[in-house]
């Protein structure tokens, strides 16, 4: 019995759906600042995703500002207390000028250095007199199923260090966080993580420039989701200095509590931000299984009929006929029976058979390829690898390739008139993911060894927020080699303002004892052929 080689392409955390937050801090009326919007001059092929930003006022005697990016307005009349949405820009050095709404000379003006794939808060603190630029990378690792996390960023100059945490718990979430200098949350139970949750590092110093403040937040803790009122404490007295009651800490959010005021006044607020992180796939994809895995199959070889797929004892695909991909299914995880059978046959008569490790939260899709014919070159195989559904910058797509025509050399694959971003994808693999700018594209499949066109699919169409999978499947001899794209949502980078409401319900926690049951998110096959695919009887340069 053929077994399912272990290719595996390291899976990355999938991430929630939009968090639709309304806007609510106690005792403070927020305006609603324009909206962060910011214009890549550069189109096509970006290679990694943009890095995301948003801005915060937090500085109670300034005025309103504008915030100028390498001279280009990226957001207007953002008021004391209030925060922009999250929006991209390119990787890299940026010049940040921070200017009084309706003209005027630079309050701040310094170079700030932006990673790609990483989600930054810009704060602009401290007195009129003496502006500074906080800026803050948010951790966006994967939340286990119910979770969140939060951190406090003290923004007050010359006050004292202060603890966040729950009214009537002594033991606070977050403690000792100064103006200048980070410390941990502490590590013991504050009445609110579920188990043996303690305290998580912090993400180590900001990337910044210039003479920016240092960082400023104690390290994100993780806590159970539900609505808390929270107390804003001095650190060595225990004093309450600001009360916020109702705050909803919703599940698969980073939350970054805002110290806000000015030391010595009576003043004192709390702005929680949220911004929605890698959540389990379930989440993402609407499947309603938080702990579960996700799977997608794809039937990829040209010779073989309908089959059917089983996880575990249960059946998650059937009559799956070549060159269809189902919609992702919600499973079990963990160490999984994997088996792949002749539609309508029974689990014993698997013509491949493999156990693989499926983690909890993580998306995975399975490709079936290679021939059925006795004796052929390329026999019938399967792999799996892992699905990236982590949020994308509002303006990009996540694009990979993969090889599944078995009698077909290494190809690449370019952009009509562009670049070249797949390299040398060898038969019964995948490419890394490369971030592309939402838009039309052509796709040009050609041999990797002398530069052959084999196929172009033309009118291509890269939603942002969508991952992408380009599949070279059939055979080349025989004509019958086409280009077939599958899409999957994986969402757009968000944030907002915790919302006052009801507790969040616990999530469900299927015992381990329990089979999980497969879930059919649909079965009917979901390709998506854009264009027609065309031979190329010439090589092209």
Not at 350 to 365: F, M
């Amino acid at each position: 019995m053929t077994q399912l080689p272990r290719r595996w392409f390291a899976p990355l955390i999938p991430t929630a759906l939009a968090l639709g937050l309304a806007l609510l801090v106690a005792g403070l009326a927020l305006g609603a600042p324009a909206a962060l919007a910011l214009q890549d001059p550069q189109a096509g092929v970006a290679g990694v995703p943009d890095p995301t930003l948003r801005i915060v006022h937090a500085s109670p005697d300034a005025p309103a500002v504008d915030v100028l990016v390498d001279g280009q307005p990226a957001a207007q009349n953002v008021a004391f207390g209030s925060a922009t949405e999250y929006a991209p820009l390119a990787p890299g050095d940026h010049q940040v000028q921070v200017v009084p709404t309706g003209g005027g000379e630079p309050l701040i003006d310094q170079p700030v250095t932006l990673a790609g794939g990483t989600a930054y808060v810009l704060a602009v603190v401290g007195p009129a007199a003496g502006l500074q630029l906080q800026v803050q990378q948010v951790d966006l690792g994967t939340i286990a199923p119910g979770q969140a996390r939060l951190r406090v960023i003290q923004t007050i100059p010359d006050a004292p260090a202060v603890d966040v945490g729950v009214a009537g718990v002594e033991e606070p979430l977050v403690g000792g966080v100064a103006f200048q200098g980070a410390q941990a949350a502490p590590a013991g139970d504050a009445g609110v993580a579920g188990g043996d949750q303690g305290a998580t590092g912090g993400l180590g110093a900001p990337a910044t420039g210039g003479d920016a403040a240092g960082a400023n937040a104690g390290g994100y803790q993780d806590v159970a989701a539900g609505t808390y009122d929270l107390e804003v404490r001095t650190t060595d007295t225990d004093q309450v200095l600001a009360a916020v009651p109702g705050v909803r800490v919703e599940p698969g959010q980073a939350y970054d509590l805002f110290v806000l005021g000015q030391a010595g006044g009576q003043d004192l607020r709390l702005l929680p931000l949220a911004t929605r992180v890698n959540a389990p796939c379930g989440e993402v994809l609407g499947l309603g299984e938080a702990s579960a895995s996700c799977l997608r199959v794809v039937h990829a070889s040209p010779d073989a009929g309908p089959v059917d797929v089983y996880l575990g004892e249960a059946p998650a695909v059937q009559g799956l006929e070549y060159g269809g991909a189902t919609e992702f299914v919600a499973g079990p995880s963990g160490q999984q029976r994997l088996r792949v059978v002749p539609a309508g046959g029974t689990p014993d008569q698997a013509v491949l058979d493999s156990n693989q490790d499926l983690g909890s939260g993580q998306a995975y899709q399975l490709t079936i390829s290679g021939l059925a014919a006795q004796g052929a070159e390329e026999p019938l195989t399967a792999w799996l690898a892992g699905v990236d559904l982590s949020p994308l910058p509002q303006n990009q797509a996540r694009v990979r390739v993969v090889h599944a025509s078995p009698d077909t050399e290494p190809v690449d694959v370019a952009v009509a008139g562009g670049q070249t971003p797949f390299d040398a994808i060898a038969y019964g693999s995948q490419s890394g993911y490369v971030a592309f700018d939402a838009g039309t594209y052509g796709l040009q499949l050609r041999l990797d060894a002398g530069d052959t066109l084999l196929r172009e699919a033309q009118g291509v169409q890269l939603q942002p927020g969508f991952d992408y999978d380009v599949y070279a499947i059939g055979q080349s001899e025989d004509g019958t080699l086409q280009v077939v794209v599958l899409a999957a949502e994986a969402g757009i980078q968000q944030g907002a303002v915790a919302e006052a409401g009801t507790p969040v319900a616990a999530p469900m926690v299927t015992p381990a004892s329990e089979v999980t049951p497969v879930i059919a998110a649909g079965a009917t096959p979901v390709v998506v052929t854009p264009g027609a695919a065309t031979p190329a009887a010439t090589p092209t340069s």
